[in-house]
């Protein structure tokens, strides 16, 4: 009988054991329930899980139970288990223990694993792992007072509430009945809904971002740098990417995309202007060096980790106008003639612009782009993980001329959920799928359409487990963020436009080629480019929403 030696290991800096436990508590009012309404339980714990060292791909059952104690005591709550997809060895689970199991007492977490699903019996992962401060932040002995005061003292600027009149917060506030809000000895103070930092403006620096989250729970960009016509890579020193950065150029190139590989390592597909892609693989999370290969004709790029722990990338092939897809042979993608064969996913037209990849919970991939013969979304379910048969193609909103700029997630709810961009109405849309094949169930918003809104569409799943995008808003020429006020995003949601006047390189035309990522502090860092100062610019949002509150202040 072969023997399994299972082990987690840390993937974020959030607890010094072995458990990873994402959980956090938004400081801010915007992210409090209301005083009627009571917060949810649930928290996230994501880890990485390895058999004698060696990563697991797949599915796997694991069982979660809460203790009072390291070793013997009282089970605390309900047994959680749950089958869940490991790309790479890593895997995300939402807990939810109940009510009253985070009360300020000690906790400790007991892991036991089944891989692959429904194979054999369990296997117990020791030691259990003490739970620290994040998912304990669930209780306060004080949790219904800010800075001292109750929250009746504070104004949620993401509601529907309005403010007008006095916007001097040093003197007060205005409120409906003419009153004055500046009781001493506190005073109004306005927190936005995050910092913007100019991260490059060494010449013409900055479009076509795209973002992820390395296994050091820090930010990496890759950019274009159109001076010296060439990818360039940034990785942030620190989660609100604002010091300690560092730089490095790749090669010649345009559009790009990002994704961690099995190995821990960031793996970077970027064409050029001549319609050739290559691709490279880092040698560590900072990326200052890599291995390189490429050569093969394609643009609008689309990478993801596959369930088997290799690459799936996703393009638009210029000559032949189709979609097409490569899966990598190997953990570095390298040796690009050596991959399986370049397979052709839709054709019939102009088909796979704009495409976006991720993995489904059925450990498939998922892919939306446009088709633009007939000015319409689609989406592709492969068949395997090699996505060269059985696949379903479906068109899933050829209303108004949708489908650009799309960019796809898998939900808390394991479902899909699309944004992109509709050019006849000039609005932003998210699709929700109604099953893992998305071919059916569906429900579509458009949920921003104040002007021309939408452009450069990019979205990610919050700490909460709801979905942020970030945007374009061509109109008011700003970055904008739409919170998503429930899983389908059809209601609900908080779009906030993401001004930071205090910043010395803010200019008039902000917001363009958005990615967003949920960062290794639970906040979302969304990477765009400054067209009126042509530089690179971040930023990390200060709370769960991104949105901006009034807090009263000494």
């Given amino acids: 009988m072969k023997t399994h030696r299972f082990s987690i290991g840390i993937i974020s800096a959030l607890l010094a054991a072995s458990l990873v436990t994402s959980a956090r508590a938004d400081p801010s009012p915007s992210g409090r329930s209301a005083p009627d309404s009571a917060m949810g339980t649930l928290f996230t714990y994501r880890g990485q899980l390895k058999n004698s060292g060696a990563p697991i ?41 109940g009510p009253g199991v985070f009360a300020g007492g000690a906790r400790w977490l007991d892991l036991a694993v089944r891989c692959p699903a429904g194979a054999g019996g369990f296997t117990a992962l020791n030691p259990r ?31 529907t509430q309005t403010i007008t009149g006095v916007k001097t917060f040093a003197s007060g506030v205005k409120l409906p009945d003419g009153s004055i809000l500046n009781a001493a000895p506190y005073r109004p103070i306005l927190s936005g809904p995050g910092v913007a930092t ?4 060494t010449g013409v620096v900055g479009d076509y971002t795209a973002i992820v989250i390395g296994a050091d729970g820090l930010g990496l960009i890759s950019y274009r ?20 950065n560092s730089f490095r150029y790749l090669g010649q190139g345009l559009a790009s995309a990002v994704a961690i590989g099995a ?33 093969f004709t394609g643009s609008d790029p689309a990478l993801t980790t596959g369930s088997d722990g290799l690459g799936l990338m996703s393009y638009f092939d ?25 397979i052709t996913l839709d054709s019939g037209g102009d088909v796979g612009r704009y495409s976006s990849i991720t993995i489904g919970t059925d450990g498939l991939g998922l892919i939306s782009y446009l088709d633009y013969t007939n000015a319409s979304l689609k989406v592709l379910h492969c068949g395997n993980t090699l996505c060269n048969s059985g696949n379903t193609i479906t068109s899933v909103d050829s209303t108004g001329q949708p489908g650009s700029d799309t960019s796809i997630v898998i939900g808390a709810d394991g479902l899909g959920l699309i944004s992109y961009y509709d050019v006849a109405n000039t609005a932003l849309k998210l699709l929700h799928c109604g099953n893992l094949l998305c071919n059916s169930g569906n429900t579509i918003t458009s949920v921003d359409s104040a002007g021309t809104v939408g452009i450069n569409a990019a979205i990610a799943i ?3 487990g709801l979905a942020m995008v970030s945007y374009y808003d061509a109109t008011n020429q700003n970055l904008k963020a739409l919170h998503c006020g429930n899983l389908a995003c059809n209601s609900g949601n908080i779009s906030t436009t993401l001004d930071m006047p205090d910043d010395a390189w803010s200019g008039s035309d902000d917001g363009a080629y958005t990615s967003i990522a949920l960062g290794g502090d639970g906040l979302m860092l969304i990477s765009y480019y400054s067209v009126t100062w042509s530089a690179l610019k971040v930023f990390h949002c200060s709370n769960v929403t991104c949105t901006p509150y009034i807090r009263a202040g000494r």
Avoid: W
Wanted: charged fraction near 15%.
């Fill in 462 to 464: 919050g700490a909460d």
């Fill in 198 to 201: 100019t991260v490059d403006r």
């Fill in 57 to 97: 791909n797949g599915s796997c059952d694991i069982a979660f139970r809460l203790h009072d104690a390291s070793s013997g005591g009282a089970q605390v709550g309900g047994a959680l288990t749950q089958t869940l997809i490991l790309s790479g060895s890593l895997f995300t689970a939402g807990l939810d223990f």
């Fill in 129 to 159: 792992q003490e739970v620290t401060a994040v998912p304990n932040a669930l209780f306060a002995s004080n949790a219904d007072l800010l800075d001292g005061r109750d929250s009746t003292a504070f104004v949620d600027l993401g509601s």
């Fill in 318 to 342: 210029q000559g032949t106008s189709d979609l097409k897809l490569l899966h990598c042979d190997h953990v570095t993608c390298l040796q690009i003639d050596q991959l399986y064969a370049p």
């Fill in 263 to 295: 190995d821990g390592y960031p793996t970077i597909l970027y064409g050029n202007n001549s319609g050739y892609m290559n691709v490279i693989h880092c040698r560590n999370s900072i990326c200052d060096e890599s291995y390189g290969d490429g050569g």
């Fill in 225 to 244: 740098d159109a001076t010296n016509d060439a990818i360039k890579v940034l990785h942030c020193g620190n989660p609100a990417c604002n010091g300690g």
